[in-house]
């Protein structure tokens, strides 16, 4: 599958582009598991038992993290986890 840049992917939706961001917050909804029954029953249809969640989360989270940390390191940027506790 050949990668799209998100300002292709939903041109239609955009209303304008800044350039030269360092950034990107990106929010929305996933109708079918934003509530507790809805979740439950998209993983009841995967196979997975939602106490199974965590353990099949994991693996997806690790990917996402370790490309994340290539990509930085790629670029030659430092990951700064920030914590929101006060």
């Given at each position: 599958?050949?990668?799209?840049?998100?300002?292709?992917?939903?041109?239609?939706?955009?209303?304008?582009?800044?350039?030269?961001?360092?950034?990107?917050?990106?929010?929305?909804?996933?109708?079918?598991?934003?509530?507790?029954?809805?979740?439950?029953s998209?993983?009841?249809?995967?196979?997975?038992?939602?106490?199974?969640?965590?353990?099949?989360?994991?693996p997806?989270?690790?990917?996402?993290?370790?490309?994340?940390?290539?990509?930085?390191?790629?670029?030659?940027?430092?990951?700064e986890?920030?914590?929101?506790?006060?």
């Amino acid at each position: 599958m050949a990668t799209q840049a998100l300002t292709d992917r939903y041109a239609a939706n955009l209303y304008g582009v800044l350039s030269c961001y360092d950034r990107i917050i990106i929010t929305g909804t996933l109708p079918g598991a934003c509530y507790a029954g809805g979740m439950t029953s998209f993983l009841y249809a995967k196979g997975i038992r939602i106490f199974d969640y965590a353990r099949f989360a994991e693996p997806l989270r690790e990917r996402i993290r370790q490309r994340a940390q290539d990509v930085c390191a790629a670029a030659g940027v430092e990951i700064e986890h920030v914590s929101k506790r006060h």
